[in-house]
Nanobody, 127 residues
Framework: QVQLVESGGGSVQSGGSLRLSCTAS????????IGWFRQAPGKEREGVSC????????YYADSVKGRFTISRDNAKNAVYLQMNSLKPEDTATYYC????????????????????WGQGTQVTVSS
């Protein structure tokens, strides 16, 4: 079973930056993608970014393109999300999760293909 722990959340002002970390244990080669999702109160969980562990290909939601950067360190079983130019609408609990499925196009945003969710880390952006 894969266990994921998110960290790095916090409170920042609009325009600020945060770097989230996702550290995995029990990670096997069968997990091909690691995704970051977020969920704000009263809203559905939405995909933010995803990275393919093998070739490092990254995917982003349109709302974060150009502001967020995902990266991986397979030796440390870690995935990072650098978030710049944060906006109040980025406020949410951020989760990471692994997928055994190599998705293409916007299919990576489907939370149903992911398993073993972490507990999340809160990001609050004030205006």
């Amino acid at each position: 079973q894969v266990q994921l722990v998110e960290s790095g959340g916090g409170s920042v002002q609009s325009g600020g930056s945060l770097r989230l970390s996702c550290t995995a244990s029990g990670l096997t080669g069968d997990v091909v993608m690691i995704g970051w999702f977020r969920q704000a109160p009263g809203k559905e969980r939405e995909g933010v970014s995803c990275i393919v562990r093998g070739d490092g290909r990254a995917y982003y939601a349109d709302s974060v393109k150009g502001r967020f950067t995902i990266s991986r360190d397979n030796a440390k079983n870690a995935v990072y999300l650098q978030m710049n130019s944060l906006k109040p609408e980025d406020t949410a609990t951020y989760y990471c999760s692994g997928s055994f499925i190599r998705a293409y196009g916007y299919n990576w945003m489907n939370p149903q293909i992911y398993t073993d969710w972490g507990q999340g880390t809160q990001v609050t952006v004030s205006s």
